[in-house]
Nanobody, 123 residues
Framework: QVQLAESGGGLVPGGSLRLSCVVS????????ISWFRQAPWKEREGVSC????????NYANSVKGRFTISRENAKNTVYLQMNSLKPEDTAVYYC?????????????????WGQGTQVTVSS
């Protein structure tokens, strides 16, 4: 059974945070790992995804140029480096996984989900 565990969230006055998603139950050989977020009273939004096989990635326009997704297959971990954080980035951030390639950040059914980590950016 594949399980995902996010960490790294917190309360920050802007600046940067790095989220981690540790995958257990399988190796990261052929997965698309995605980060989603959901703010209060808003729909869940796809933020970024990465293909663990070759590192190819995609980003939502709202975070392009500020967020960077990466993977460390030897540690079964995917990271989301978030820079230049804004109050509108405040949300619960979830990682999700499915077999295959990262082709777009939203609109694809995910097979596995983590429990989420809260990111709060104060103004």
């Amino acid at each position: 059974q594949v399980q995902l565990a996010e960490s790294g969230g917190g309360l920050v006055p802007g600046g940067s945070l790095r989220l981690s998603c540790v995958v257990s139950g399988d190796t990261l050989d052929y997965y698309a790992i995605s980060w989603f977020r959901q703010a209060p009273w808003k729909e869940r939004e796809g933020v970024s995804c990465i293909s663990t096989s070759d590192g190819s990635s995609n980003y939502a326009n709202s975070v392009k140029g500020r967020f960077t997704i990466s993977r460390e297959n030897a540690k079964n971990t995917v990271y989301l480096q978030m820079n230049s954080l804004k109050p509108e980035d405040t949300a619960v951030y979830y990682c999700a996984a499915r077999h295959g390639w990262c082709t777009k950040v939203a609109g694809i059914k995910q097979d596995y989900w983590g429990q989420g980590t809260q990111v709060t950016v104060s103004s």
